[in-house]
């Protein structure tokens, strides 16, 4: 394997020679003999899924996780059910405030005929 090494600035401080040689090891990794290495199938999902995280405290935590188990659910499932069911609460609440402002605006107008 060869031994790659990346020019260091004349300037470098100890923040770029840090990752100079974090990129030197990294490239020093590579294998470049490809005989070695396997095909394999792969499926990529249709839908792709993304990973949140929050903080959440230990007592809110129980809280959610006991909801989880009566609900018969798992948390990641409670909680992104929750999420959404929030989220679209929300836009449903604007959607609803719109029409009722537009409501008003038309019955305004209608009575100033």
Known sequence: MKKNKIQPLEDEDEEEKFLR??????ENLIDDDLS?????????A????HVYSFRVGAE?????????EVAGKDVSAFIRE????????????????????????LTEAVERL
């Open 82 to 105: 929750a999420a959404l069911r929030e989220a679209r609460r929300q836009k449903s609440d604007t959607a609803v405030e719109g029409v009722r402002k537009k409501a008003r605006e």
């Open 21 to 26: 040689e974090a990129a030197e090891e990294a």
């Open 36 to 44: 070695k290495w396997e095909p394999v199938r792969v499926r990529v």
């Open 46 to 49: 249709k839908d792709v899924k």
């Open 60 to 68: 809110e935590l129980d809280e959610i996780v006991d909801a989880a």
